[in-house]
């Protein structure tokens, strides 16, 4: 299965730029904890994806590498700041990426590019050898073309790490009930307060 990763996450061969002109200049030596798994499970990694600059914007615009482009009109931006990674996955490159998320650069460009994308939960999957930006709220998670192909991600992925000490405290993962259609006993919520200031246009 062809795998992307943001420029964000270490990949052993290449330099994790964290879309800036100055880091990157040495290729990692080793995979990040998830990268390393997919490739253990036979991914086949396509290399890095674009990203805003140091991860602080969620246009996806680069001044150093280049705007990524949304596949369903190149004129609209995809959102950030894993941009590129969305658009990797929703142009049909690859049907799973791994991306990174402190303040939405998952979850916006997910849905900017009509993809999945998740912020997995703290310490769910290892965040040894992302780039340190955010290291409170900045979580490794996938974008994947389908809920599925997400699930799928986030298990192949997430589980302790022993470089990355929050990672040890989870419990196992696993895919109970995976695909079956009952839902009894979910609960979903609303909070009402943000969906009053949103603008109905």
């Known amino acids: 299965m062809p795998v992307a990763v943001k420029d964000e996450v270490d990949q052993r061969g290449y330099g994790t730029t964290a879309g800036t002109a100055i880091h990157g200049t040495t290729p990692a030596t080793a995979d990040a904890m998830p990268v390393g798994r997919l490739r253990d499970q036979g991914a086949l990694l396509l290399g890095k994806t674009n990203m805003h600059e140091l991860g602080s914007g969620v246009t996806g615009l680069n001044p150093h590498h280049g705007a990524a482009r949304n596949p ?56 040894h050898g992302a780039a340190p930006l955010v290291w409170s709220v900045a979580h490794t998670g996938p974008i994947g073309s389908t809920a599925a192909d997400t699930a799928l991600a986030y298990v192949a992925m997430a589980g302790p790490d022993p470089l990355d000490p929050i990672s040890q405290a989870q419990p196992p993962v696993h895919l109970h009930g995976f695909g079956s259609p009952d839902l009894h006993g979910v609960r979903l919520g609303v909070y009402d307060p943000w969906f009053d200031d949103a603008d109905p246009l």
């Open 72 to 127: 369903y009109d190149p004129a609209h931006i995809t959102g950030g700041s894993s941009s590129g990674t969305a658009a990797t996955v929703a142009a049909g490159f690859c049907p799973i990426a791994v991306a990174c998320d402190g303040g939405g650069s998952i979850r916006m460009p997910a849905s900017f590019c009509g993809v999945v994308g998740l912020k997995a939960t703290y310490g769910r999957i290892s965040g």
